[in-house]
């Protein structure tokens, strides 16, 4: 979340709490717990953001894939 980097906080928030419900309606519920985390790393501020950034991003990147493949989105 490029709005952390940037000291835009709110906005951050904002995107990943969008993120983790949409995740949790198409039934991506690893992801959603890994955007829960992160929401709560932001709120907390805590230093290890950027694993958490990383982790989601993997993350988003399989179930991407798999709506892909689903799809035959190629």
């Known amino acids: ?4 980097a940037a000291h835009e906080v709110e906005e951050a928030l904002r995107r990943v709490h969008s993120m ?7 039934g991506a519920g690893m992801l959603a ?7 709560s ?3 907390e501020n805590q230093v290890e953001l950027d694993a958490h950034l990383a982790r989601v991003d993997a ?4 179930v991407l894939a798999g709506i892909k493949d689903a799809f035959s989105l190629h």
């Open 1 to 4: 979340i490029a709005e952390v």
């Open 20 to 26: 983790k419900g949409l995740c949790g309606n198409i």
């Open 33 to 39: 717990e890994m955007a829960r985390e992160l929401e």
């Open 41 to 43: 790393a932001i709120k």
């Open 59 to 62: 993350e988003l990147a399989v």
